[in-house]
């Protein structure tokens, strides 16, 4: 059973179909590629599976619960989990706070519990011990204390991606991890996104444009085209595609 099944997924905006009937699987453990010309629905179906937005028709299965059209939060809890393409980071905050903010229901911030410091202290201090956990695992461990606006392009996107393990994922969504980073910090980047799953087991759905960096980490891609998925297979496979060829890159 893969831990990630897509049957028929549909999206229209008014007279827009921008997600055509697209189904497709995500193994666990895997490492899975979305790839397409802008425009082509990678980014609307993302949100579709993260529940940001009401699916026309379809349906998604995730570790065997058919969870189509569960609220956001929901599906958060379930244990899917989206990067953002723009970063949505604190700025002025350290990168540790920027992972302890978001966590929610801390005891600490609310009235009842605020004057009863014991009954929070313990919570709080093991949040902390998370966000050092998560830091390490992605390499920003050194940081811990440095202002977000401080950081590299890669460390900011990185950042990001360490919050998103905040909530413990099996699946995590990323759209475009290495947009507006140079070359040589984007594959450090696919560099860490791999060590995710291979020393944490989690599974990952990245949409991507660098294709030449994607192409050395992915068991497999997807290959969608307005709306509709153009072909799938390995990364071999896709480069050698002549549709695809043609639909990326012209020839
Ligand atoms: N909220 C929206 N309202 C209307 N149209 C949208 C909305 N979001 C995306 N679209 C349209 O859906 C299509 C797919 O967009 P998107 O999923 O962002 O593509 P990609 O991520 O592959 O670039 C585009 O034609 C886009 O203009
Ligand atoms: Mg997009």
Do not use: C
Not at 15 to 34: W, Y
Not at 69 to 85: F, N, S
Not at 157 to 183: F, H, S, W, Y
């Amino acid at each position: 059973m893969p831990l990630l099944e897509l049957s028929n997924l549909r999206k229209d905006f008014g007279g827009l179909r921008a997600v055509d009937d697209v189904s497709l699987t995500v193994p666990e453990g895997a490492i899975i590629g979305l790839i397409g010309p802008n425009g082509s629905g990678k980014s609307t179906l993302i949100d579709l599976i993260a529940g940001a937005t009401e699916l026309t028709a379809g349906r998604v299965i995730f570790d065997g619960d058919d969870i189509s059209g569960l609220p956001a939060d929901a599906v958060y809890h379930k244990g899917i989990i989206r990067g953002y393409q723009e970063p949505t980071l604190y700025f002025k905050m350290t990168v540790l706070d920027n992972l302890l903010l978001p966590v929610k229901d801390q005891r600490g911030e609310q009235p009842w519990y605020a004057p009863r410091p014991r009954s929070w202290q313990r919570e709080e201090q093991t949040h902390a011990e998370a966000a050092m956990k998560v830091l390490r695992q992605v390499q920003l461990l050194p940081h811990y204390d440095t202002l977000a606006s401080d950081l590299s392009g890669g460390q900011m996107k990185l950042l990001e991606i360490a919050r998103a393990l905040m909530g413990k994922p099996k699946l995590l969504l990323l759209d475009e991890p290495t947009a507006g980073v140079a070359p040589k910090l984007a594959y450090d980047i696919f560099q860490q996104i791999a060590r995710l799953r291979d020393d944490h087991g989690i599974t990952l759905l990245i949409v991507e444009h660098r294709l030449e960096i994607l192409f050395d980490f992915v068991d497999y891609v997807y290959v969608m085209h307005l709306g509709n998925l153009l072909a799938s297979g390995s990364a071999a496979e896709i480069s050698a595609h002549a549709t695809v060829r043609e639909v990326y890159f012209g020839d």
